[in-house]
């Protein structure tokens, strides 16, 4: 949500308040800011790949894996003018490979329908693949510096830990007057990643205020998981393109009745195409 010209504090917290607090998480901020690759560009094609990986994935898996991308992929017309498995190449390790798919997409469409450019509104953002408000307006912030309603995992954290001492089953509705009275108008980019710092660091000092949120859901397990199914079919025909159906399920050690089930899913997806017994990658 794009925050409008002027959020009322009225209700929510005074200005004394939103000093106070913006004061704490800076003071925190200046001296144990995180020195991460995405935060030193502006690029707004640099800055999608960063959210797009990001995305249920931890930083530390991310790091490194970011820079190979780029450099194999520098801009958006290089990602679209290339093979989804080239793309998933790169991708592999990350995980949810969902989300280099709806990359791949997102490129197609910025060159053929934006001149190359990435659109600047949160509604424009939200209509291109794998692009939900939370993403919207994380990209608003972060490629542009323009206010916007930014709730992550680590964001969430900070203000149930500050606001909510105590109090269980907090909901986003709950949050987010607090995250619009507090934002930083003036630089919200550094805003945020203040707050992602900063909670990022309470996660490792104090039990999960995140545990107390209504929207917390533990990750299923991910050995044995469709998830990980998906990911090692994928695996193998990135390495070799295209596999006998049949021969799948004994190179996985998997049930050739999982390994059909989930092959059918990947197809619909449009991952690959099955012909005459044979899975290969579009």
């Not at 939103?18 to 690029?43: C, G, S």
């Amino acid at each position: 949500m794009v925050l409008p010209e002027e959020t009322e504090a009225g209700g929510v917290l005074s200005l004394h308040e939103i000093q106070e607090f913006r004061e704490r998480v800076y003071r925190f901020y200046r001296v144990h800011r995180r020195d991460l690759p995405w935060r030193n560009t502006h690029d707004p094609y640099a800055i999608l790949v960063s959210e797009m990986m990001l995305q249920q994935t931890q930083v530390e898996r991310v790091c490194g894996r970011y820079e190979r991308f780029l450099a194999r992929f520098p801009d958006f017309v290089s990602l679209a003018g290339a093979d989804l498995s080239d793309v998933l190449k790169e991708w592999q390790g990350l995980g949810y490979n969902r989300r280099a798919k709806a990359l791949y997409q997102i490129a197609g469409r910025v060159v053929d329908d934006y001149g190359g450019q990435l659109p600047m509104d949160e509604g424009t953002l939200t209509s291109l693949p794998g692009i939900g408000k939370a993403t919207a307006a994380s990209l608003v912030a972060f490629a542009y510096n323009r206010p916007s309603l930014v709730i992550e995992t680590n964001i969430r954290r900070v203000f149930i830990h500050c606001f909510f001492p105590g109090q269980t089953e907090v909901r986003d509705r709950e949050i987010q007057p607090l995250v619009a009275a507090t934002c930083d108008r003036e630089n919200p980019r550094d805003w945020y990643y203040a707050l992602m710092d900063f909670g990022s660091t309470l996660k490792k000092q104090i039990p999960n205020p995140n545990r107390r949120s209504a929207h917390y859901r533990k990750q299923p397990p991910f050995e044995g998981s469709d998830r990980m199914v998906r990911g090692r079919i994928l695996a193998l025909l990135v390495r070799e393109n295209r596999v006998g159906e049949s021969e799948i399920p004994a190179r996985l050690d998997l049930d050739q009745e999982r390994i059909a089930r989930i092959l059918g899913t990947l197809e619909k997806e449009g991952f690959l195409k099955r012909e005459r017994g044979v899975a290969r990658l579009l």
